[in-house]
């Protein structure tokens, strides 16, 4: 097996990033429960039918927590639909996975300036990671050039830090008991986010029957 570019880091970089990753899970678990339970709190009655952290799928600069209902769907689908026509059904079968259209994107709840003081510290460190093994000029990696794929290698680190962050709030009493009510997935969901990616992710936060759950919906 090919040896991970990561693991040809400096030890100053790959010991702050490994140390960097389990702070940013913990806080994101303790700190996703509290606001999921307090989304759940205000606008259970609305349906919520995804529970969701949003990052920018080119890198990992920022996460927010961030939800969407079927109230808040429809009123969406009603606006384009007087805006741009088209019936409401199709409007909301267009928008229901669209984030940034949910009227609640961005509303009012935001992870603390520890997260983000870790996100900068590990874009920084992937910077520097970058820069190391573009000096070496070591030869392409999975159709990236190296010092691009050691980009990827610690993003995807970062991914599986915040899927089993994920995994761990999905698992708080009071949100296992509002979906055992509710038709509502976990999802970790990002602009232009590759369709595999996000099929795989939802697999694993929600189980094998997630897809049955999402054509109910159709």
């Not at 140390?19 to 999921?36: D, I, W, Y």
């Not at 996000?198 to 029957?209: F, P």
């Amino acid at each position: 097996m090919q040896e991970k570019l990561f693991d040809q880091l400096p030890v100053e970089i790959t010991a702050s990033i490994r140390e960097a990753l389990p702070k940013l899970k913990t806080l994101l678990h303790e700190e996703g429960v509290v606001h999921f339970e307090k989304i759940i709190a205000e606008f259970g009655g609305e349906e919520i039918y995804t529970l969701s952290f949003y990052y920018n799928a080119g890198d990992w600069g920022y996460i927010l927590p961030t939800f969407a209902t079927e109230k808040g769907l429809e009123d969406v689908a009603e606006e384009y639909m007087e805006n741009s026509g088209g019936s409401l059904e199709d409007n909301k079968s267009q928008l229901r996975w669209s984030p940034c259209d949910s009227p609640y994107h961005g509303f009012d709840y935001f992870f603390s300036d520890k997260v983000d003081d870790i996100l900068e510290k590990l874009e920084r460190e992937t910077g520097e990671a970058s820069d190391y093994i573009a000096e070496k000029k070591l030869p392409d990696r999975d159709g990236y050039r190296a010092s691009t794929a050691v980009i990827v290698e610690i993003y995807q680190m970062i991914h599986d830090e915040v899927i089993e962050a994920l995994q761990q709030v999905a698992l708080s009493p009071k949100i296992v008991e509002y979906r055992k009510k509710h038709r509502c997935l976990i999802v970790l969901e990002a602009g232009d986010m590759d369709p595999d990616v996000l099929d795989q992710d939802l697999v694993t936060l929600n189980g094998e029957t997630v897809f049955d759950v999402m054509k109910s919906w159709d």
